[in-house]
């Protein structure tokens, strides 16, 4: 099993560009989650996705982030346009059974944004 | 509406000694309560989790959790530390959602 794996690692970006983070869960997996991680706020859930559905999206800061699921083996985040303030860890997380906290969170090693 | 408090950002102890990460919650149901690590450049693992029954939780790395009632508590500890056992930890309460919440974090350092 290879994980849940994130491209890219790294983004260095210029603000105003628009910014693509994907993830591919672990196969089988029913739910995926986008997390974003910074010194000061923590680990915050921004939406996540039940069978491809997005269930629960009020983490997500403003209109400028949007996140899709196509298929259950990919999904994206976009950033359009980026701001300096997004500068952040953006993890993805993806659990077996879609209805249960008993279901651990499997994280990938998440994507290092900085928009300068 | 649900939350987490991590009391301390950073804690720091010597090899061999006792490891306490402190954690409270807040919750207007019976929690299901989480900890997490997270080793440098990496994403989070699951330690241990509290669902029901037996309030004392062992996890794996030899560290275990009492959930606390009356004190809204589930603090992580450890008896002795492992210079391994330097990273994040982060505490997470769920309501019986597939939501977690997640405290802010500890920093464990751990000194030879």
């Known amino acids: 099993d290879a994980g849940v794996i994130q491209s890219p690692r790294h983004e260095v970006t210029e603000m105003g560009q628009e910014v693509t983070l994907r993830c591919k869960p672990i196969?089988?997996?029913?739910?995926l989650f986008w997390y974003r991680q910074t010194m000061m706020r923590g680990l915050e859930l921004l939406i996540y996705?039940?069978?491809?559905?997005?269930?629960?999206d009020s983490g997500m800061p403003e209109d400028r982030f949007s996140a899709k699921m196509p298929n259950a083996s990919f999904s994206t985040l976009k950033i359009q346009p980026s701001e300096p303030r997004d500068s952040a860890v953006y993890f993805c997380?993806?659990?077996?059974?879609?209805?249960?906290?008993?279901?651990?969170?499997?994280f990938g090693n998440g994507t290092r944004l900085t928009v300068t | 509406a649900q939350s987490v408090t991590q009391l301390g950002s950073h804690v720091s102890v010597s090899e061999g000694a006792l490891v306490l990460l402190r954690c409270n919650y807040s919750?207007?149901?019976?929690?299901?309560l989480f900890w997490y690590v997270q080793y440098p450049n990496q994403g989070l693992q699951l330690l241990l989790k509290?669902?029901?029954?037996?309030?004392l939780v062992k996890g794996i790395n030899g560290f275990e959790a009492e959930f606390k009632k009356s004190e809204t508590s589930f603090h992580l500890t450890k008896p002795s530390a492992h210079m391994s056992d330097a990273a994040e930890y982060f505490c997470?309460?769920?309501?019986?959602?597939?939501?977690?919440?997640f405290g802010t974090g500890t920093r464990l350092q751990v000194f030879p």
């Open positions: 196969s089988g997996h029913n739910s």
């Open positions: 997470a309460v769920s309501e019986n959602t597939d939501k977690l919440i």
């Open positions: 919750s207007s149901v019976p929690p299901y």
């Open positions: 509290y669902t029901t029954g037996a309030t």
């Open positions: 996705f039940n069978n491809n559905v997005p269930i629960d």
């Open positions: 997380a993806s659990s077996p059974t879609g209805q249960s906290p008993l279901s651990p969170l499997h």
